[in-house]
């Protein structure tokens, strides 16, 4: 019976999002020279990596099982495995659309953050934010292309998600989950709004990311619950879990529905920025996104979507983009030992320096 009601609960959650009536490979590079096999499946990673067959596919290796011989009765062998599952085409970010905060503060006095909803502006934000996302995808030009979201649970942005989904068909969405961890920042429960702003006054002296609003949140502490959805969303990917039984579809798109600053959070766990470069961003405009697309190598990448211009106007530096143009190339796995930061943080380098002598930094 628990069974049962736990399946139903599960069924009216999806349809309460994705009504019945509602709208709603790459092939890899070859093997690099760099990646050198040796005995028994097993690559080194002396040099930068990538575990790659001949035919373009990434395979298991025999990693952390050398020292446990034992281990190799009880499974099948590195040839018999079958390469991971594909990573998904897009990761896409997508903050709410106008809520009744972001057009009158003081109703955060009133109405409790996770209760705040959409404006009649920001349904509409969210319906054509979907249609976008829809004509994106359509230019691929490939027929098995499916979505699946994840969500604050929020009210601005669960309304935010009811709204993308009109613009799919049911066989289009692969699915949906609702993640805390995506949340807003928190503020401090029911906000006054003249201490709210002498507080933020105060953020901007004290600095951004390490502000901690009295009873709420720093972006900081946002960073470390992003980090372990970030480690979630890996293994979901790694795993395969927005494929259905059998399936190896290279064109699943994920979407994230959050907020503004914890969107830029996310965008900064995963690529590594500094918190000097994470006080540089602008926020996302309501009902706006943000497209982390795979690039050539397999790795995601801003600059796959996005202009130049885009992203300086996002807030990147010359230094992020130069990263981004290396994600857009570079395989899973590797390295980046050309951080283009390194003299950012070592400043005793000299003209004479030879490219061979530099210290080896990773941007993984």
């Given at each position: 019976?628990?069974?049962?009601?736990?399946?139903?609960?599960?069924?009216?959650?999806?349809?309460?999002?994705?009504?019945?009536?509602?709208?709603?490979?790459?092939?890899?590079?070859?093997?690099?020279?760099?990646?050198?096999?040796?005995?028994?499946?097993?690559?080194?990673?002396?040099?930068?990596?990538?575990?790659?067959?001949?035919?373009?596919?990434?395979?298991?290796?025999?990693?952390?099982?050398?020292?446990?011989?034992?281990?190799?009765?009880h499974r099948k062998s590195a040839t018999s495995l079958k390469s991971p599952p594909p990573r998904p085409r897009r990761i896409i970010l997508v903050r709410h659309g106008q809520s009744e905060g972001n057009v009158d503060e003081s109703a955060y006095t009133r109405i409790s953050d996770p209760k705040i909803?959409?404006?009649?502006?920001?349904?509409?934000?969210?319906?054509?934010?979907?249609?976008?996302?829809?004509?994106?995808?359509?230019?691929?030009?490939?027929?098995?292309?499916?979505?699946?979201?994840?969500?604050?649970?929020?009210?601005?942005?669960?309304?935010?998600?009811?709204?993308?989904?009109?613009?799919?068909?049911?066989?289009?969405?692969?699915?949906?989950?609702?993640?805390?961890?995506?949340?807003?920042?928190?503020?401090?429960?029911?906000?006054?709004?003249?201490?709210?702003?002498?507080?933020?006054?105060?953020?901007?002296?004290?600095?951004?990311?390490?502000?901690?609003?009295?009873?709420?949140?720093?972006?900081?502490?946002?960073?470390?619950?992003?980090?372990?959805?970030?480690?979630?969303?890996?293994?979901?990917?790694?795993?395969?879990?927005?494929?259905?039984?059998?399936?190896?579809?290279?064109?699943?798109?994920?979407?994230?529905?959050?907020?503004?600053?914890?969107?830029?959070?996310?965008?900064?766990?995963?690529?590594?920025?500094?918190?000097?470069?994470?006080?540089?961003?602008?926020?996302?405009?309501?009902?706006?996104?943000?497209?982390?697309?795979?690039?050539?190598?397999?790795?995601?990448?801003?600059?796959?979507?996005?202009?130049?211009?885009?992203?300086?106007?996002?807030?990147?530096?010359?230094?992020?983009?130069?990263?981004?143009?290396?994600?857009?190339?570079?395989?899973?796995?590797?390295?980046?030992?050309?951080?283009?930061?390194?003299?950012?943080?070592?400043?005793?380098?000299?003209?004479?320096?030879?490219?061979?002598?530099?210290?080896?930094?990773?941007?993984?």
């Amino acid at each position: 019976m628990a069974m049962t009601q736990l399946c139903l609960s599960a069924s009216l959650c999806y349809n309460s999002c994705f009504p019945k009536n509602s709208n709603l490979s790459l092939t890899l590079p070859s093997a690099s020279p760099k990646c050198k096999p040796i005995e028994n499946g097993v690559f080194s990673f002396n040099t930068i990596q990538c575990s790659v067959s001949q035919n373009g596919t990434i395979e298991y290796s025999d990693n952390g099982l050398a020292s446990f011989p034992e281990k190799h009765l009880h499974r099948k062998s590195a040839t018999s495995l079958k390469s991971p599952p594909p990573r998904p085409r897009r990761i896409i970010l997508v903050r709410h659309g106008q809520s009744e905060g972001n057009v009158d503060e003081s109703a955060y006095t009133r109405i409790s953050d996770p209760k705040i909803g959409l404006t009649e502006k920001g349904l509409a934000d969210a319906e054509q934010c979907g249609r976008r996302i829809r004509e994106m995808i359509e230019r691929d030009k490939v027929h098995n292309w499916k979505v699946y979201f994840y969500v604050s649970p929020y009210r601005r942005t669960v309304q935010t998600l009811k709204g993308l989904g009109r613009a799919f068909e049911r066989s289009r969405i692969a699915g949906m989950r609702e993640e805390p961890r995506l949340r807003e920042q928190d503020f401090g429960n029911f906000q006054d709004r003249e201490k709210m702003r002498v507080e933020k006054a105060i953020r901007m002296r004290y600095g951004r990311f390490f502000y901690r609003f009295p009873n709420g949140e720093s972006a900081a502490d946002v960073y470390d619950r992003i980090t372990g959805f970030r480690e979630t969303l890996r293994a979901d990917i790694d795993i395969g879990r927005f494929q259905p039984p059998g399936e190896r579809n290279p064109n699943i798109n994920l979407v994230l529905v959050s907020h503004g600053l914890t969107l830029r959070v996310f965008l900064m766990r995963w690529y590594k920025w500094t918190v000097e470069q994470f006080e540089r961003l602008n926020n996302f405009g309501n009902g706006s996104m943000v497209v982390m697309e795979r690039g050539y190598g397999g790795r995601y990448s801003l600059f796959v979507h996005h202009t130049e211009e885009e992203l300086r106007q996002f807030g990147l530096t010359d230094e992020m983009l130069v990263d981004q143009e290396w994600q857009k190339y570079a395989k899973p796995g590797e390295l980046n030992y050309d951080c283009p930061m390194l003299n950012s943080f070592f400043t005793h380098f000299g003209d004479d320096d030879d490219d061979g002598d530099r210290a080896a930094v990773s941007t993984l």
